[in-house]
């Protein structure tokens, strides 16, 4: 499945970024940022980057490779003769073929059914495909005059992503490029289940929530990490997150008691970060102090990734 995220620059108070359509986690997207940030100018970085509303488009430099402008949104309607034509090297005509005169086109194209008794249209398409020809011989591109595709016109600032409209649902993981600290924020889309119907609008709530009402969703921070240091571990970062807590951590005995009758699927394993030995149902669990622990070490914001697990799913979570 994709792992959709966005590439952000912090503002005053939030973050406005760029779409990336796949692999979004730490070790995919998060990687990629920051060996492309090594050494970078980050605040032209940011001018240059909030120019795009997708990360792919902004790695390309924007290019479109029919007619070699920039900072168009996608090309489309995108007629067969321009397709195959991406620079002087892959030169095809129609059906594959290179013909070397017009003559040769001509009498081709005269051969076959589908085009018996269409002289008139057999020669508009001579003169497109020598059109076509000339404008890469000349400018690199196919089609500078945006006759054989099309873009639409759009106001990028709305296609952009901010933390005032993201729906973390949808953007899973969100990096937010810090040009004055030279850091950056990993955010992690944290979500739980609240028994209601879903809603067909989700609602921001105050605190940080976008509300589907069967579930609700938000960012966090788990790590922040430096654009001039060490790599971080991004599979480290990934993982850590989605690693069960101890049940004791989470139950009182009774609870335990209860469950351990009921299903018998409770074992004794042990802590992934200080191998002391935690309980689990599953795979190999962390000690809820464990976990405070490495989040903050790893710069995130531990105490809002732990505080609502225990009010928001009363079945696996007590108060303290
Ligand atoms: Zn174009
Ligand atoms: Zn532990």
Redesign the pocket.
Known sequence: MSTRGCVAIKTGTGWRGVYNHCDSYPSGLGKELWDHLKGKDLKKFAEELLRFDDWWNYLAEGV?P??G?RG?SQ?HSISVEILNRLGKKHYFGPFNKRFRTKREMREYYRKLPLWRGRDEEIEREIEKEWEIRRNIRNTGFP?PR?KY?K?KFVDLSELQITSENVDPLFIEWVYVVDPEQRTMDILACQGFSVGGTAKNVPERTGDGFVDHGNYKYRHVRVARVSLDGKEPDWNFIEGIIQVEVALEDVMDEKQLIFEQLKGGKIKRSSCLICNEPALTMHSDPVHLSCLRKVLEELGGDAETWLQPLKQDDPELWVEE
Request: with cysteine; proline share 10%.
């Open positions: 479109c029919y007619c402008r168009l090309p089609d945006i595709h873009h």
